[in-house]
């Protein structure tokens, strides 16, 4: 069992910055991909960026050039730098962990979300 505890939500003024932090505990996979999705009020659930164990990343095209994924994995963390913030960023962030299992399925597992809101 995998826990995801995000934080760094707030509230911006539109071109400001945001980084959001989250950590996991609980059993550990050593083949897993962490990231982060999105979800504004009425909409999907998007991706914004995920990272694997191995450090190969995967971006939304709204947030290239914007937002920067990074991970620690000694520490379990993984963290999102969201500059130049748009109000179209808003939403609630959560937290994605991916548990690739060897001869099993994939285990998903999602943080509660943090509250991430841009004003124009």
């Not at 707030?10 to 950590?23: D, N, P």
């Not at 897993?32 to 914004?48: C, V």
């Not at 164990?53 to 914007?66: E, F, L, M, P």
């Not at 960023?89 to 998903?108: F, G, H, K």
Request: overall charge positive; charged content about 20%; hydrophobic content about 30%.
């Amino acid at each position: 069992q995998v826990q995801l505890v995000e934080s760094g939500g707030g509230l911006v003024q539109a071109g400001g910055s945001l980084r959001l932090s989250c950590v996991a505990s609980g059993i550990m996979y050593s083949d897993n991909t962490m990231g982060w999705y999105r979800q504004a009020p009425g909409k999907e659930r998007e991706l914004a960026a995920t990272m694997t164990i191995g450090g190969n990343t995967n971006y939304a095209d709204s947030v290239k050039g914007r937002f920067t994924i990074s991970r620690e994995n000694a520490r379990n963390t993984v963290y999102l730098q969201m500059n130049s913030l748009k109000p179209e960023d808003t939403a609630v962030y959560y937290c994605n962990y991916r548990a690739e299992r060897r001869n099993s399925t994939p285990r998903i597992y999602w943080g509660q979300g943090t509250q991430v809101a841009v004003s124009s």
